[in-house]
């Protein structure tokens, strides 16, 4: 018997919202229900568009539509308080990273969401990328051996009129810096790959931009596995974006990813030649080239948790990893101490104003 399709209403209609509503009308187990966003012109813009409802506010949205998940398309320091509102209608969530911006704040939905039995999806589309899947099997089958060291890197150009565009853009309020909004997925990555942090040293700089969070950081990372880790994150590449990426390096081998999102296989060397390795770059060097086509294979896995129960490939509780690391950084960045976790922040500024 044909399982019944996972219906989506999608809250924020931003540049995003067209990755989202692409990946899932290519999904046959899934359904768009109506769209929503507090600028009316807006919402009825992408309604139009696509044939869909529009509404202006997500509880009248609720109430008239019927449908499985909320799509938490909006900016960052609106995700928490929208999810903690919502969650009595019962519906389950897809969230735009991160899923908060205090690791306070996703503890509650967190908390909430297992109270109601619902589920929690933090979009983190880059774990399943082509060459990604490959790295991670290649970590999780022992490849490397002992993995010494893992580097992440974004080179990114982000000029003034990007941040001018969006008033939420930069804040500490409502979105952070390069470490919170452009290197989230590359925190995620790294910390997918290496496990569970021991402690981090970080510093921040606005060289560039004119934004009350940080357009550049660099950070250290020790984890509990003995590797250690970098991230290189900045919005200030002139005259125009260069990468991002990630290295692993361990005893036994070195595999690069570079591309704009972590989806080029650059390097792929082993000590011990894999049955693969020759067709390694055929079968995984890129993704297909498809608009939103790891948006798609994200959301894909999103439909069949619902569908079977499983666990989601990034649950709330896996989604808390990278905040809280994310946080760290800044509380590093801010009294210039090594910061160990687990920890309560006291000096980071992120979800608090200036």
């Not at 019944?4 to 919202?17: E, N, Q, T």
């Not at 774990?127 to 990604?132: D, I």
Request: aromatic share 8%; glycine share 8%.
């Amino acid at each position: 018997m044909q399982e019944s399709k996972v219906r989506f209403a999608l809250i924020g209609c931003g540049a995003i919202v067209n990755k989202h509503i692409v990946a899932l009308k290519r999904i046959e187990s899934a359904e768009i229900i109506s769209v929503c966003d507090i600028n009316g012109e807006v919402a009825e813009k992408v309604g139009k568009e696509y044939n869909l409802p529009f509404y202006t506010d997500p509880h009248e949205m609720a109430h008239c539509e019927a449908f499985d998940v909320f799509s938490i398309l909006t900016p960052s320091g609106t995700h928490a308080s929208l999810m903690l509102d919502l969650v009595k209608h019962q519906h389950h969530f897809v969230v735009e990273k991160p899923m908060a911006l205090k690791i306070e704040d996703a503890d509650r939905i967190i908390r909430a969401c297992d109270e109601q039995g619902l589920k929690i999806y933090v979009v983190q589309q880059n774990r399943c990328n082509m060459p990604v899947r490959k790295l991670k099997n290649a970590v999780e089958t022992g490849c490397f051996g002992k993995i010494i060291l893992g580097t992440v890197r974004v080179r990114w150009c982000r000029d003034q009129n990007y941040y001018d565009a969006k008033s939420w853009r930069g804040t500490w309020a409502q979105d952070g810096g390069v470490f919170t909004n452009q290197a989230s997925h590359h925190i995620d990555m790294l910390v997918w790959m290496l496990g569970d942090v021991e402690s981090v040293m970080a510093m921040t700089s606005t060289q560039l931009a004119k934004i009350e969070a940080e357009d550049t950081g660099i950070a250290l990372i020790r984890f509990y596995s003995g590797a250690l880790g970098i991230i290189e994150a900045t919005t200030a590449t002139r005259p125009k974006d260069l990468e991002g990426s990630i290295s692993i390096l361990g005893e036994k081998g070195a595999v690069e990813i570079g591309g704009f999102f972590m989806n080029e296989l650059k390097t792929w060397q082993f000590q011990d030649n894999l049955p693969d390795d020759k067709d390694v770059f055929d079968n995984w060097g890129r993704n297909p080239d498809e608009v939103a086509w790891n948006h798609t294979e994200y959301l894909k896995d999103v439909i069949q948790s619902i569908q079977s129960g499983r666990r989601g490939l990034v649950d709330g509780l896996e989604g808390r990893k990278s905040l809280e690391l994310i946080n760290a950084l800044y509380e590093s960045a801010e009294t210039g101490q090594i910061v160990p976790l687990r920890f309560r922040p006291h000096f980071c500024r992120l979800g608090q104003g200036s």
